[in-house]
């Protein structure tokens, strides 16, 4: 079997599960990741080498070389060992490369089921202190594996004769987003930077600033080009998490019009409670909250930022 071939036979195999179809009328996070525990989790082609891998938790990049693996965020321990354990019987095959797109826990949480696997996990340089105060509030610091590879504004991952660039635009999402391109293939994994048809989760102490978002966004569309295929964070159908430059350009319209549109509507008199019992933005009505906190911080945040 050649490595083309693998990640569409070998892992959808042992992986592939159908995604039920009452998730696609989920609203809330929790009843997502409650419908979605029985799975064993599934791979979908992406392009070329690239593929994806969809469980619980942010939406996993992979990458397979001629002779190693590069994976892009780690979900949850759990969620995330049924594909380590379908990397493990392609011989020879070590995973080379780790790499968080942030520090919030549905990304590095699983970092601990790869800590006899890799010695390499990348991230932006502010990700281990966020992921070290985020576990020192959960109580779980004992179960925390941190990256040791550290960039600024762009790191170069070389690993099997292929090439992945990470990228930090500025703080959008948190305060240590990395979006990272696997340059033979032309896909970019943009980690929680992208959610579509979704409130996004924003929490201002993170490092959300619809602002910075927007610029980041803006940078990531002059940086790529219209054949550029995308890997999403986050996506209320596990389908959707693939998408272009358009999407890039629907999200960083949603949050210029939703900034508008909260500053308007509070200054017509209506409360930040109003706004978060029904939060409607005019255009975007297809953006669902998963819960209404997720709702709360993200009408009080962008609030707070006007």
């Known amino acids: 079997m050649n490595r083309k071939e693998f990640l569409t036979t070998s892992l959808g195999a042992t992986l592939g599960v159908a995604f039920l179809p009452q998730l696609l009328a989920c609203t809330s996070q929790r009843n997502i990741y409650n419908a979605l525990l029985p799975l064993k989790g599934e791979v979908s082609k992406i392009r070329g080498n690239v593929s994806s891998f969809t469980n619980r938790g942010g939406t996993v990049g992979l990458l ?43 990304h590095t949480a699983g970092n601990f089921a790869f800590k006899d696997l890799t010695q390499k996990i990348v991230a932006q340089k502010n990700v281990p202190e966020l992921q ?48 990272y391109h696997f340059e033979k293939d032309n896909v970019v994994h943009m980690g929680d930077l992208m959610f579509i048809n979704m409130i996004p989760v924003y929490r201002v102490k993170d490092g959300s600033n619809f602002r910075s978002w927007i610029s980041v966004l803006e940078k990531a569309i002059s940086t790529f080009d219209k054949d550029t295929l995308f890997i999403f964070g986050h996506a209320p159908d596990k389908n959707l998490t693939k998408g272009n430059l358009e999407n890039l350009t629907e999200m960083r319209n949603f949050l210029e019009a939703s900034a508008d549109f909260i500053k308007k509507s509070l200054a017509e008199g209506k409360t930040t409670e109003q706004l978060t019992e029904n939060l409607v933005v005019p ?16 009408v009080e945040g962008i609030a707070s930022q006007l």
């Open 64 to 106: 397979e070389t001629k002779d190693s693996f590069v994976v892009i965020d780690a979900q949850f321990p759990d969620f995330i060992q049924p594909l380590i354990d379908s990397i493990s019987h392609v011989k020879g095959k070590p995973i080379e490369f780790l790499c968080n797109t942030h520090h919030h826990g549905d």
């Open 283 to 298: 255009k975007f009505e297809h953006r669902k909250a998963m819960n209404k906190d997720f709702t709360k911080t993200f």
């Open 132 to 179: 070290k105060n985020a576990a020192e509030l959960a109580k779980n610091l004992e179960k925390q594996v941190y990256a040791n590879i550290l960039f600024e504004d762009q790191y170069l991952i070389k690993s099997g004769g292929e090439r992945v660039t990470a990228y930090h635009f500025g703080a959008g999402h948190t305060f240590g987003d990395a979006m």
